[in-house]
């Protein structure tokens, strides 16, 4: 066995276990190194200088960029370093614009904590930051030049995760900015609305479109019905911020809190879910049965949805015609609504940014009225229960509205990447026993890699199958189809690790964020239906509103996206 | 003026150099060669070729200082500002230059797209300082009169 | 295309005999200089004068006529850029300095045909004619190595390099060493890189050769971006083949295939001089696959810059080849691990690879003869700013600024007295008068807080601004700075930003230990190589004339008189008849004052026009 290798650390000797850098063996020793621009996530980038620390000889090396070695000695906090960190604090200060009250990310803002712990108390420059004008023009995210610490990593996330090259540094120097190709509106760009860029933002550089206001305004009319849904992944993010732990499901104290701020009827999610695991095995089968188009590739993720219309048109027909599940439930419950000729309101609470752009979209629209009227993401959530001052902690957990309130573990899942596949293997298995459901839950759909294959058996044939998340690994994959590879079922989240990571959750760390999953997990467990098809509810809406409408109300055709 | 661009430039540059990323410099100064800047429409069409998202190539053609975006002059003329000609007074050349052709420094270019005034940092002639470079030929120790002078016989010549 | 390297010897040889033949020879400088100031004009001239008179005469290395034929050649830069247009006279060696048109007649006549010098066109100084170009002071302390060639040779030959033993050590490297003893044999010689840290070359092909991942490349720096620096490109215009012969054995001792060349843009016929010399190399078997019927196969590339300062940093310039916007990456991961395309690679500037060759044919021992110990080797400068002869020199590390600068330079511009020195360009340092007997080599000017850089020197008379001076370079470096990191982007800015309000006479008290906090903090705490020597002028000018930063801030005074809006216009009472003139033609009404009494100016109000002073008769306006 090879000799334990040590270092130290502001005198205390730390052991060297396989570390990649600096910080993650400062971290070992209890300190929490200030970083802008690092995550590990991401390539290392190094420009903050935040994390700089000095070595025995007087000189400086950043932590997140330099690996640890044997027999080093260094300090995180020395005198230099003090002062050099509050220098580069008060030039970023002297860049940005300083109306912290009023910004959307006060209070939850890494420039204005690390300016309040290193106690910064003025800035000796002129005030520099950008008079752009704020870019609204994406339904789903608002990007201010002037909160902007040209980080990066809203661009390495943009470029290197998702593929998506959005947004890429321009100019250079003080003139450097983070831009679209000629700095064109979000819109205008190939965006698709993922949201990864806000999530990681550590000021108010990004931050999702709010439609907070719309919402209120619904809810106090009186002569509006507003109903309300909620995603999966919703429930096991929310907690942290509002003093629970992270990947607990909250659900309950959700349905409190939206009764409280006026919600006449709330629904899960979940419900919708497994009517497109039905309608999803069913086009699959087809498909498999009838020479269809395959690989049969998942429709529930609208930032997938417009990557493939952006990038990859020639995957359009590849894609199943199922609705989201936040389509499904609104095209119903909207249904209904128009049936009973009511004035109906409904919003939908997702930890998604893209759904934003989903629900304004012309298919999802009936008589120009939309089907969902506001999407609200978690974090929007947070910022309305908090407005309406519910104490979150202290209030009793309430049950969900019916009729959608019966619900199986196969739609829970589907907010973690590998989950619509467990739920449509649940589905197309023949063996309908509990043991089956053990088994079927470690072929190699679970876990956090972003790409995830595994070969089932299936009668005569053998499927391949699988299962992406993070837009850049579904790149990857398609080149492969490109190549010539033949797969079955494609499952594409855009987000990595799937839909609990979405861009409108509250930030996570990569811990944080396997929590999230096992709550979704755990609460499948729980269930008494696990599967999609042992859902009575379900018979009742093919029996109902659906009959003869299963197509007009729960399928979809995309086409090329101007 | 929107002029209907001729991408065989862009093919035929693609074709020599490859369609990969590390051509992409390359490529544009090909472009920039041939149009005397880089259209809008350049963007979309290497993206497409290239395979490369159009923001990161604004990214490249945006740091470096001779790609412009904007349509230069037939002479683009290049005041040396390094530190020999700074010290032998380039800046009083560049400012009769910019007196007698109407231009500031926000506005480089006549509106007839004849000449295009602007400062580089150092042309490496630094013995003729200070020196004054119009499109690729030097003009060694300057004075702002000979420097107007220059301009008017280049206008003359058309 | 040679397939052995004794075919190569043969026609070596068969060259070397042509340059043998060759009798008598006028060599004019085709460097920028030189042509910038009608050197093409005047060999043109030379031609016709040849023709007219019928005379026997070639222009290239070929079979010439027995006894009295002429050898017309435009070589390189020799240098002496202050007085060009050069035309030099073989076999004597004399030196004809501001040759035009109008000499050619006398060139010819008097000198090829009689054998006569035209002393009027020889160099003199202090009354002193200079005939021969070693006798000349500005030559006499050099010892040109890597600009050897430079004033010989015609650059688009690769003929005349191979009678001049070009490529002999590449034969050498190929046939008689490894890649080891090679390796060996540059870390033995002591060389240093020339781009300006003067790192060890061999240490760094060393940790190269030992990488186990290929393709190895080997990238030559040339983007030399220094403003005042202009000695890389001598070398890549006038001798490229000396380059090429140090990067290919760059790439046997390391084990590299593939070479880059990265050439600054403004460099046209930089690039157009290396696009020749590599495809004649690789039609004489020199480049390519199986070098010489060897088994060592190595491609030339050429990078051409896009106008981007930074790009002299390693990681910056191997990603502005990748395609990519040039900002530099933090390191670790080095170079010689993860360089071009992410591969371990070599990358030394143009002067380096220049020195190779030599150095493996002549022996580290003569190297090493060169210059100081920890220092060994020649240095070229580029000599400029206030100082009476302007070149391009080489010589011997260890020199002293003294020599440099009033030996070799022949002193200060005018009747300027000298201030300062700026070395190293933005990234270096200004020198002062007390360090006029430093020797120039990398650890004295560490030591005396400048850097040598990439070689540039600019000299400073009195009536230079060092505020000024820190406020240009500064202003360069905002401009040029990547704006990756903060303490950089930022912070240079800032920096700028001030030094802005000082030369302008709004300079605040504390702005000058402002300056100095940035400047520390940038130094320490900025991502790359020029990051960290950002504020190197600003802080080395505060070192030694912090007085003058003081003057205009709290005095408001330039005591150099450079700074414009610094300026005062005072009216001398004693010759002030009070006629009145003044008042009158003052823009702004400024001046005032009772008629036959002495006026006076509200500095507040006037604008340093001027006016008055051309209107004043007695000449009692002047300017403070």
């Excluded at chain 1, 009742?540 to 659906?546: D, P, R, S, T």
């Amino acid at each position: 066995m090879d000799k334990k290798k040590y270092m130290t650390v502001d005198g205390v000797p730390v052991e060297i276990n396989g570390e990649k850098n600096l910080l993650e063996i400062i971290r070992k020793v209890g300190i929490e190194m200030p970083t802008f621009c690092y995550y590990s996530e991401l390539s290392v980038y190094g420009a903050c200088r935040m994390c700089m620390v000095e070595n025995e000889w007087g000189g400086f090396e950043a932590s997140c960029s330099t690996p640890p070695r044997e027999g080093m000695n260094i300090k995180t906090n020395t005198e230099k370093l003090r002062k050099y960190r509050k220098n580069i604090l008060e030039l970023l200060l002297a860049n940005h614009c300083r109306d912290c009250t009023t910004c959307e990310k006060n209070n939850d803002c890494k420039l204005q904590a690390l300016a309040r712990k290193f106690k910064i108390e003025g800035v000796r420059f002129p005030n520099t930051a950008s008079k752009a004008e704020r870019d609204q023009s994406s339904p789903c995210i608002v990007k201010d030049q002037s909160k902007c610490i040209l980080c990066g990593d809203c661009v390495r996330v943009c470029n290197e995760v998702q593929n998506v090259g959005a947004i890429d540094f321009a100019h250079r120097g003080s003139k450097m900015t983070i831009s679209t190709a000629f700095d064109r509106p979000l819109a205008q760009s190939p965006c698709v609305g993922c949201g990864q860029c806000v999530a990681v933002c550590p000021t108010g550089a990004l931050i999702l479109n709010s439609e907070a206001e719309v919402i209120w305004k619904a809810l106090h009319d009186k002569e509006l019905k507003t109903t309300v849904q909620i995603a999966p992944a919703v429930r096991v993010a929310i907690g942290k911020e509002l003093g629970f732990k992270e990947g607990e499901n909250a659900m309950g104290k959700i349905v409190a809190a939206l009764r409280l701020m006026g919600f006449d009827e709330i629904y899960d999610t979940s419900l919708a879910a497994d009517l497109t695991v039905l309608e999803e095995t069913n086009e699959f089968i087809d498909r498999l049965n009838n020479g269809g188009k395959l690989p049969l590739m998942t429709s529930c993720c609208p930032g997938w949805i417009q990557y493939a219309e952006k990038k990859h048109p020639e995957l359009l027909e590849n894609i199943s015609t199922c609705r989201s599940p936040m389509q499904m439930m609104a095209s119903i419950v909207k249904a209904q609504a128009r049936e009973k000729d009511e004035k109906h309101f409904h919003v939908a609470i997702m930890p998604c940014t893209s759904k934003k752009f989903e629900a304004i979209r012309e298919e999802f629209t009936v008589d120009g009225q939309r089907n969902v009227d506001a999407v609200l993401t978690t974090k929007g959530l947070i910022r309305m229960i908090q407005e309406a001052g519910i104490k979150f902690s202290e209030i009793e957990p309430e049950a969900i509205d019916m009729p959608f309130s019966t619900i199986s573990g196969a739609g829970v899942i589907f907010g973690v990447t590998g989950g619509v596949t467990e739920a449509v293997l649940r589905r197309v298995s023949s063996n309908k026993n509990r043991a089956e459901l053990v088994t079927l839950a470690n072929v190699g759909q679970r876990g956090e890699e972003g790409i995830k294959e595994f070969d089932l058996p299936f009668g005569e044939r053998t499927l391949k199958i699988v299962v992406c998340s993070g837009l850049g690994n579904a790149e990857k994959v398609i080149k492969r189809m490109e190549a010539g590879e033949h797969f079955d079922f494609v499952e594409v989240m855009a987000c990595p690790g799937g839909c609990v990571n979405g861009g409108g959750q509250p930030f996570a760390v990569r811990e944080e964020k396997s929590k999230r999953s096992k709550g979704l997990y755990d609460t499948d467990r729980l269930l008494s239906i696990r599967r999609a098809e042992d859902n009575p509810i379900l018979n009742e809406l093919y029996n109902g509103v659906l009959k003869d409408k299963v197509h007009e109300l729960l399928h979809v055709h995309y086409g090329k996206h101007k | 003026m929107k002029q209907k661009i001729d991408f065989s430039v862009l093919d035929q540059a693609i074709k020599e150099y490859g369609n990969e990323e590390k051509s992409l410099i390359a490529i544009l100064q090909r472009a920039q060669e041939h149009y005397r800047y880089l259209p809008e429409e350049v963007f979309a069409y290497l993206a497409e070729k290239l395979n490369l998202p159009e923001a990161r190539i604004y990214g490249v053609a945006t740091f470096y200082e001779n790609f412009s975006l904007e349509q230069k002059g037939k002479y683009v003329v290049k005041v040396c500002d390094g530190t020999a000609c700074h010290v032998r007074k380039s800046i009083p050349i560049l400012e009769a230059l910019r007196k007698e052709l109407g231009l500031s420094e926000q506005k480089k270019t006549t509106d007839d797209l004849m000449f295009t005034v602007e400062t580089v940092s150092c042309l490496g002639a630094c013995s003729s300082a200070p020196a004054v470079m119009v499109n690729d030929e030097i003009y060694p120790t300057m004075t702002p009169e000979t420097a107007v002078a220059l301009i008017n016989e280049l206008k003359e010549k058309n | 295309m040679f397939k052995s390297v004794e075919e190569l010897r043969v026609y070596r040889e068969q060259c070397k005999q042509l340059l043998q033949a060759e009798k008598k020879k006028i060599i004019v400088c085709g460097g920028a200089g030189c042509v910038s100031k009608g050197a093409n004009k005047v060999y043109e001239k030379l031609v016709k004068v040849m023709s007219e008179k019928k005379l026997n005469y070639t222009v290239k290395l070929e079979k010439c006529n027995e006894g009295d034929s002429i050898r017309l050649t435009k070589s390189g830069c020799h240098g002496f850029c202050e007085v060009g247009p050069l035309v030099r006279i073989e076999p004597q060696g004399w030196l004809y300095v501001k040759v035009n048109e109008n000499d050619c007649e006398d060139i010819i006549e008097k000198t090829m045909l009689n054998g006569e010098c035209v002393e009027r066109l020889c160099y003199t100084e202090n009354g002193v004619v200079y005939k021969e170009k070693k006798e000349v002071p500005f030559y006499k302390k050099q010892t040109r190595v890597s600009l050897d060639n430079c004033d010989k040779i015609d650059a688009t030959s690769i003929e005349e390099y191979l009678a001049n033993d070009g490529y002999t050590a590449l034969e050498k490297a190929l046939t008689e060493m490894t890649g080891e003893e090679i390796v060996n044999q540059i870390t033995e010689s002591g060389l240093r890189g020339r781009g300006g840290g003067g790192f060890p070359t061999g240490r760094k092909w060393s940790q190269v050769a030992r990488q186990k991942n290929f393709p190895k490349y080997v990238v030559c720096n040339g983007d030399e971006g220094d403003p005042g620096a202009f000695m890389d490109r001598s070398v890549m215009e006038d001798d490229p083949h000396r380059m090429l012969e140090g990067m290919i054995i760059a790439g046997i001792a390391t084990g590299a295939t593939n070479g880059y060349i990265y050439v600054r843009a403004e460099y046209p016929l930089a690039v157009q001089r290396l696009r020749t010399a590599i495809k004649r190399a690789e039609e004489l078997g020199i480049l390519g696959d199986n070098i010489l019927g060897t088994d060592f196969s190595f491609h030339m590339n050429i990078s051409r810059g896009a106008g981007a300062f930074v790009c002299g940093e390693g990681s910056a310039l191997t990603a502005s080849i990748e395609g990519k916007r040039g900002m530099p990456r933090v390191k670790p991961p080095r170079t010689v691990e993860h360089g071009l395309f992410d591969k371990p690679t070599v990358l030394n500037n143009v002067e380096t690879f220049a020195n190779v060759a030599d150095i493996i044919n002549k022996g580290a021992d003569w190297y090493k003869g060169i210059g100081p110990e920890k220092s060994p080797g020649t240095k070229t400068f580029a000599l400029t700013g206030n100082i009476k002869n302007a070149g391009l020199i080489e010589v011997p590390m260890g020199t002293t600024l003294r020599e440099v600068i009033f030996d070799i330079g022949g002193g200060m511009r005018g009747d300027g007295k000298f201030k300062a020195v700026q070395i190293g360009g933005p990234s270096g340092g200004c020198l002062t008068e007390e360090h006029l007997d430093l020797p120039l080599d990398f650890d004295s000017l560490k030591k005396a807080g400048a850097i040598i850089g990439s070689g540039g020197l600019v000299v400073m008379d009195e009536k230079t601004c060092m505020v000024e001076v820190a406020r240009f370079f500064m202003n360069f470096t905002q401009n040029e700075s990547c704006g990756k990191c903060v303490p950089c982007r930022e912070g240079t800015k800032r920096m700028l930003e001030i030094l802005e309000r000082i030369v302008a006479g709004e300079g605040r008290d504390g702005d000058v230990e402002l300056l100095q906090e940035l400047g520390e903090m940038i130094s320490d705490m900025a991502l790359c190589g020029l990051g960290k020597t950002a504020a190197g002028p600003v802080l080395s000018t505060i070192k030694y004339f912090r007085n003058e930063y003081e003057a205009h801030i709290y005095d408001k005074r330039c005591p150099a008189g450079e700074c414009q809006k610094l300026k005062r216009i005072v009216i001398d009472p004693e010759l002030c008849k009070g006629c009145s003139k003044c008042s009158r033609i003052c823009p702004v009404g400024a001046i005032s004052g009772k008629i036959k009494e002495p006026f006076t100016i509200d500095l507040n109000k006037c604008i340093r026009c001027g006016s008055c002073i051309s209107a004043c008769a007695f000449k009692a306006i002047k300017e403070e």
